[in-house]
C-alpha cells in the first residue's frame, strides 16, 4: 500500500533553517502530485506547498512565498521541502500527501503520511 514518511522536523530558534523530507513507497511516484500540509495546535490544517509530477510547477501559501521551497528527486522517491527564516508562526505537525487524481494545483490529497513536528523557538 501506499506510505509516505516525513522526516527532518526538530525544533530551531526563529531565523533558522529546517530541510523536510518525503519519502514514498508503493506507488509509482513519478506520476503523483506531493503537497506539504501543517496543523498548529488550535487550528486547522493548512496547505503550505505543493510540486507537480515533473517537478516543473510548485505553489505555495503566501505567508511561506520567499522562504520555502519544494523540490522532488524521482529517483529517490523523496520531496523536499527547504525552509528558510523560520518563524514562530510557523510551528505546527508538518504532513506530507500525494495524489494523482487531478490536475495541478491541487488541495485534495488521496494519501497523508503520519506527520513530522516542526518548532520555532522566539
Known amino acids: 500500500q501506499v506510505q509516505l514518511v516525513e522526516s527532518g522536523g526538530g525544533l530551531v530558534q526563529a531565523g533558522g533553517s529546517l530541510r523536510l523530507s518525503c519519502a514514498a513507497s508503493?506507488?509509482?511516484?513519478?506520476?503523483?502530485?506531493i503537497g506539504w500540509f501543517r496543523q498548529a495546535p488550535g487550528k486547522e490544517r493548512e496547505f503550505v506547498s505543493a510540486?507537480?509530477?515533473?517537478?516543473?510547477?510548485?505553489d505555495f501559501t503566501d505567508s511561506v512565498k520567499g522562504r520555502f521551497t519544494i523540490s522532488r528527486d524521482n529517483a529517490k522517491n523523496t520531496v523536499y521541502l527547504q525552509m528558510n527564516s523560520l518563524k514562530p508562526e510557523d510551528t505546527a505537525i508538518y504532513y506530507c500527501?500525494?495524489?494523482?487524481?487531478?490536475?495541478?494545483?491541487?488541495?485534495?490529497?488521496?494519501?497523508w503520511g503520519q506527520g513530522t513536528q516542526v518548532t520555532v523557538s522566539s
Open positions: 510540486i507537480s509530477w515533473s517537478g516543473k510547477s510548485t
Open positions: 500527501a500525494a495524489d494523482n487524481r487531478y490536475h495541478f494545483p491541487t488541495y485534495e490529497y488521496d494519501h
Open positions: 508503493g506507488l509509482i511516484f513519478s506520476d503523483y502530485t
